[in-house]
């Protein structure tokens, strides 16, 4: 079946440090999503990636969507004490639902 | 920027009893509308895809005669968790979208089944 995996599960970085997260699909997508979770909130969207390469930023975030349309990551530059939660990749394989990551959670030391 | 409510936001029920969850889009029209089940610090499995006026798409392994899903207009979509077990307890969260672009969350519903 079409599935998503994210790799870490976990992350724990000292603030100031930089945080990754990577997402890999089993079969090519139509366009991937990425979404934050704060504890005990819900998914709020951050950006989609439609095209083959595209590289988005957001401030201190860089979204990329690689060559094949099959994998992508999440940059945090300078983590903060607000980029506490877990990060989701959401995949569309062109049938318009979303098939979510299995989610990065990301810790700052302060 | 869209906003999307879901009430109530927590419920504990008895085991055998049927809950309602109401999931509406405040100020926009949704063409479609996801109902997701998310298990404590797992993701968030997509259960049905709902659209206005016509029957919900369930996705593989949901029992779509436990989960009745009604969407009845363009801001509004119902989940019902029929005679509910304690294996049904979870985190339901919807989500909205308008043709099928980025989709806007509800806060979510904890249901506790006893």
């Known amino acids: 079946g079409q599935q998503v995996m994210q790799i870490p599960q976990y992350q724990h970085v000292q603030e100031g440090e930089d945080f990754t997260t990577y997402c890999n699909s089993s079969?090519?997508?139509?366009?991937i999503q990425w979404y934050k979770q704060r504890p005990g909130g819900h998914p709020v969207f951050l950006i989609q990636?439609?095209?083959?390469?595209e590289v988005k930023k957001q401030k201190r975030l860089t979204f990329q969507f690689g060559e094949a349309k099959k994998n992508s990551s999440l940059h945090i530059t300078a983590t903060q004490t607000t980029d506490v939660g877990t990060y989701f990749c959401?995949?569309?394989?062109?049938?318009?639902?979303?098939?979510f990551g299995t989610g990065t959670r990301l810790t700052i030391i302060p | 920027g869209a906003v999307v409510s879901q009430h109530p936001s927590r419920v504990i029920c008895k085991s055998g009893t049927s809950v309602k969850i109401e999931c509406r889009s405040l100020?926009?029209?949704?063409?479609?509308m996801f109902w997701y089940r998310q298990f404590p610090k797992q993701s968030l499995m997509l259960m049905a895809t709902?659209?206005?006026?016509?029957?919900?798409?369930?996705e593989q392994g949901v029992e779509k005669d436990k989960f009745l899903i009604n969407h009845a207009s363009l801001t509004l979509s119902t989940l019902t968790v029929t005679s509910a077990h304690p294996e049904d307890s979870s985190f339901y969260i919807c989500?909205?979208?308008?043709?099928?672009?980025?989709?806007?969350f509800g806060p979510g519903t904890r249901l506790t089944v006893l």
């Open positions: 990636l439609v095209k083959s390469g």
């Open positions: 989500s909205a979208s308008v043709a099928y672009n980025e989709q806007f």
């Open positions: 100020d926009f029209q949704a063409t479609t």
């Open positions: 959401a995949g569309d394989f062109g049938n318009e639902k979303l098939t």
């Open positions: 079969t090519t997508l139509s366009n």
């Open positions: 709902s659209n206005e006026g016509s029957k919900a798409t369930y």
